[in-house]
């Protein structure tokens, strides 16, 4: 559990789409530093290619990032896992053509003031479902498969992997999930692992926007991918 959960709590807000963050050049400028940058995960399995941004790579966009986020949420510091080296980390960009599950973002430093986390889409395919539901633990993934939570490990954990954990379904109550919800988003989930869960925000993909929202939110990929979808997945701190 983190440690200044007053001021965690005192800075969260409700999840918000900024329209136009990008305009259609830049998009194309963030498209190429992608395509620029080297592989960091190449993810078979789950069929997902993730790359690191590291600062001094792209610095136009960098300055972009930076000065825009700072309008709308103030104030913060990157957060996201740096080099061995100390090099600092601006983002992960993840092109996935699988749903990625259920999880909340909450870091690997449990005396960290966890803030905002941004999704800037470089495709128009993907939706990202956001649950009313919070976490105030470190970056885990919610699961009731047995042979995931078999995965866990304090060694894991040290090299910046999730928490493999069931929790969530002795937090928040056993009511069943909504059939609706989960006939149109989230088919990829097993509905016994949602109960007692409420979808606050389905945020649909656009080329441009940037999607801010808590890291104390409990969320997920929606199965709805219309063969593979790129997008920059930012975290902050105070």
Request: proline fraction near 3%.
């Amino acid at each position: 559990m983190h440690e200044n959960l007053n001021k965690i709590k005192s800075l969260e807000g409700s999840p918000k789409v900024i329209k136009k963050f990008l305009n259609s050049n830049e998009v194309e400028k963030f498209l190429k530093l992608y395509s620029e940058l080297p592989v960091t995960v190449n993810n078979l399995k789950q069929k997902v290619v993730k790359k690191r941004w590291i600062s001094g790579f792209g610095k136009e966009q960098e300055q972009i990032l930076r000065e825009r986020i700072k309008l709308e949420i103030g104030d913060f510091v990157m957060d996201n896992i740096n080099e061995k080296d100390g090099t600092e980390c601006l983002g992960l960009f993840q092109e996935s053509f699988n749903p990625i599950g259920l999880h909340v973002d909450g870091g690997f430093n449990l005396k960290d003031i966890i803030y905002k986390q941004t999704l800037l889409p470089l495709s128009n395919h993907g939706e990202t479902i956001i649950f009313k539901n919070r976490y105030y633990g470190p970056s885990t993934n919610f699961t009731n498969k047995e042979n995931d939570l078999k995965e866990n490990s304090p060694e894991n954990f040290k090299k910046g992997k999730n928490v493999r954990s069931s929790d969530h379904l002795k937090m928040y109550g056993d009511k069943v999930f909504n059939k609706s919800d989960y006939e149109q988003y989230l088919k990829h989930e097993d509905i016994n692992n949602l109960n007692g869960l409420e979808v606050e925000f389905v945020y649909k993909w656009n080329l441009g926007d940037l999607f801010i929202f808590d890291r104390t939110h409990l969320h997920c990929s929606s199965c709805n991918i219309n063969g593979k979808k790129i997008g920059l997945a930012t975290f902050t701190k105070k």
